[in-house]
């Protein structure tokens, strides 16, 4: 009784929400719609409607099948009509389920003598289904522990969803643990390549990825820069006294103060740090110099590339809401949100009409895909929907259409997927000689993605061709074309460099190589004008005046050396304390650029790994296994840039 009763709530919950959705998307003025579909589908029901773990036998119909186009009991015209509506009438196009992913989701419920009976009876179905990858039942796979051990869970989803980051970390860490390194590496390597691939991984990667390294080579330069100004100060404060304006100690810092001051009121921090780059330029040798202009350069080039890059992975999924239900639809991963967008924008916007076209294809409407596909083409023929309307055409078995059609894709974007595809037609029309070297033009592109294609298909029926969906790659593109990347990048950039130095690139560039060469030539005219600045030439200047007797002149000898001696002891306790400061200590500055560069790193790591949220279902411990190489790498590298410092150490 309880359960009749939580099956008829079920059931007016989904009636509810049916009316509210078709409410929200009813078709625009002018727009005849077609009669809504029945709302029982005979071959999803069984899904439906029984738990995950039925022992139930399954059902009589082949789960690879698509399903059907329509349950309706009126029979089918003999035919179709000319032209199907276009736009699609949102009535139709919202299901309570998605088909597609209905069929594959009962494929991977039935019951199956072992895991690697299911895994591949689920790679049948998405693959009749046009679907490579199947990113829900490998996430699915990987957090159900009751269907075997890590490493074989992890492998088996990496089967399912070969672009999946997760998957791949999984089987990092599950052979580090089993103690197979180099298996753990090529996996954590795999994982890597993925995050191009997956939208999810790669908004991610970009956001976090681009505002670690804009954070550290700010970091990085501050530190930097301040270490190069404060060795600078000693033979700056030296010459300042020693010319014509005769600013010694307290008025001659304050003098080099008030210089960097300056430039910080006119440009915001950013110009700060650039005034501790003008000091630090001001003196020291070519090293010292090149190191100095190399960091600002860096440091510009991260406010303003780095954050831009950053920004477009912070919005992209934002920024372009037709992209990214174009991308879930082809991949297999809709929702009754993502075909509302699609049907508000399908008149407008080619890439909404693709993904409906496909949507319709795999609901098993084939007839009105062809005709969708065809309007595409008219308005936007790239490879993608070529192929796509190709796999339309080779599931009507229209194989001279399909190998048309296949041959337009291959000549725009010669892609493995489009030549495999084209392959499986030329054996269809028994063009066996044209089939193996398409095949084998594939295989040289990408032989695992071929390989596994191939290792699931078979002959007559079985032969799969497989769509190619609307990229992550091409959804960043359209989030740059919308141009609220560059205004987030913007925003974000006037906190640090309100000025100039934040305008544009180019004019951070002009200005900032106008300072630095103008402090090269002040601390060179400086220097000339003073003489130079060390021990020795202050034991020569004693020795010379002749100021007072033997006893004065020895006590004053007395007073340098002492000064010497506590001035060696804070520097090298700076050396030991502060990071970077060990290169310039004892001369080698590219040592403390080394060492700042590790240590920056490291800092930026820490404190801005949590910017933005990683999706544990789409990346798993991926990004951990990222921040704790990068933690040991910038260690290890600071740790030897300081060791070689004090190695090759050179005394004044």
Not at 205 to 223: D, P, R, S
Not at 265 to 270: I, K, Q, S, T, Y
Not at 302 to 314: D, I, K, S, T, Y
Request: proline share 7%.
């Amino acid at each position: 009784m309880d359960a009749r009763l939580c099956a008829r709530s079920r059931a007016a919950c989904l009636a509810v929400l049916l009316a509210a959705a078709r409410v929200a998307y009813a078709a625009p003025a002018g727009v005849e719609a077609r009669p809504a579909a029945s709302a029982a589908q005979p071959e999803l029901a069984p899904a439906l409607s029984a738990p995950a773990d039925a022992g139930a036998a399954p059902a009589a119909t082949d789960p690879a099948a698509p399903p059907p186009a329509s349950s309706s009991t009126e029979p089918a015209p003999s035919n179709p009509p000319a032209l199907a509506p276009w736009p699609p009438p949102p009535l139709v196009e919202l299901p309570d389920r998605d088909p597609a992913r209905a069929a594959v989701d009962r494929a991977w419920r039935l019951p199956a003598q072992s895991l690697a009976e299911r895994v591949a009876r689920t790679q049948r179905t998405g693959l009749a289904l046009g679907l490579r990858e199947l990113d829900g039942p490998a996430r699915a796979l990987l957090l159900a522990g009751e269907l075997g051990d890590a490493s074989t869970r992890a492998e088996h989803a990496t089967l399912l969803a070969p672009s999946l980051p997760a998957a791949h970390a999984a089987l990092a860490e599950a052979r580090f643990a089993s103690g197979d390194v180099r298996g753990a590496l090529s996996a954590a390597h795999a994982a890597l390549g993925t995050l191009g691939r997956h939208l999810e991984a790669r908004a991610w990667a970009v956001a976090t990825g681009y505002e670690l390294l804009a954070l550290a080579a700010v970091l990085w330069a501050t530190l930097f820069l301040a270490l190069g100004a404060a060795a600078s100060l000693p033979t700056l404060l030296h010459a300042l006294a020693s010319s014509r304006l005769k600013l010694s100690g307290p008025a001659g810092l304050a003098a080099l103060a008030v210089a960097v001051m300056g430039i910080a009121l006119a440009e915001g921090p950013a110009g700060a740090v650039l005034g501790l780059g003008a000091l630090a330029v001001a003196s020291g040798g070519w090293s010292k110099r090149a190191a100095s202009f190399v960091t600002v350069a860096l440091a510009l080039a991260a406010l303003h590339l780095g954050l831009e890059r950053a920004a477009v992975g912070r919005v992209a999924l934002a920024a372009d809401p037709v992209g990214v239900a174009a991308h879930r639809v082809e991949a297999g991963l809709p929702t009754p949100a993502d075909i509302g967008v699609l049907l508000r924008s399908a008149g407008s916007d080619p890439v909404a009409g693709r993904a409906l076209a496909l949507h319709t294809k795999r609901a098993g409407d084939r007839a009105a895909a062809e005709q969708y596909f065809a309007r595409v083409l008219a308005e936007r023929p790239d490879a993608e929907a070529f192929n796509n309307a190709a796999n339309v055409a080779f599931a009507l078995g229209d194989n001279a259409g399909a190998i048309s059609l296949y041959e337009k894709s291959v000549q725009l974007d010669a892609s493995p997927i489009a030549l495999f595809n084209l392959s499986q037609a030329y054996g269809r029309a028994i063009r066996l000689d044209e089939q193996d070297r398409t095949l084998a033009r594939a295989q040289q592109i990408d032989a695992a993605a071929v390989e596994r294609l191939a290792s699931r298909t078979g002959t007559g029926k079985d032969v799969f061709v497989t769509d190619a969906g609307f990229s992550a790659a091409s959804v960043f593109a359209r989030a740059e074309e919308s141009g609220l990347p560059q205004r987030w990048a913007a925003a974000r950039r006037a906190g640090v460099a309100p000025g100039w130095l934040g305008a544009s690139l180019p004019a951070a560039a002009v200005i900032s190589a106008v300072i630095l060469i103008a402090a090269v030539a002040a601390g060179g005219a400086l220097a000339r004008l003073a003489g130079p600045r060390d021990f020795y030439a202050d034991l020569a200047r004693t020795l010379r005046s002749g100021v007072g007797d033997s006893a004065q002149r020895v006590a004053q000898l007395t007073r340098l050396r002492k000064q010497r001696a506590n001035t060696d002891r804070l520097l090298t306790l700076l050396a030991f304390t502060v990071p970077g400061a060990a290169g310039f200590r004892y001369g080698r500055p590219l040592a403390a650029w080394t060492a700042s560069c590790a240590f920056a790193s490291g800092i930026a790591l820490l404190a801005g790994a949590g910017s933005a949220p990683a999706d544990p279902l789409a990346l798993g411990a991926l990004p951990a296994l990222v921040a704790k190489a990068a933690g040991a790498f910038f260690a290890a590298l600071y740790v030897l840039s300081t060791a070689l410092a004090f190695a090759l150490r050179v005394e004044e």
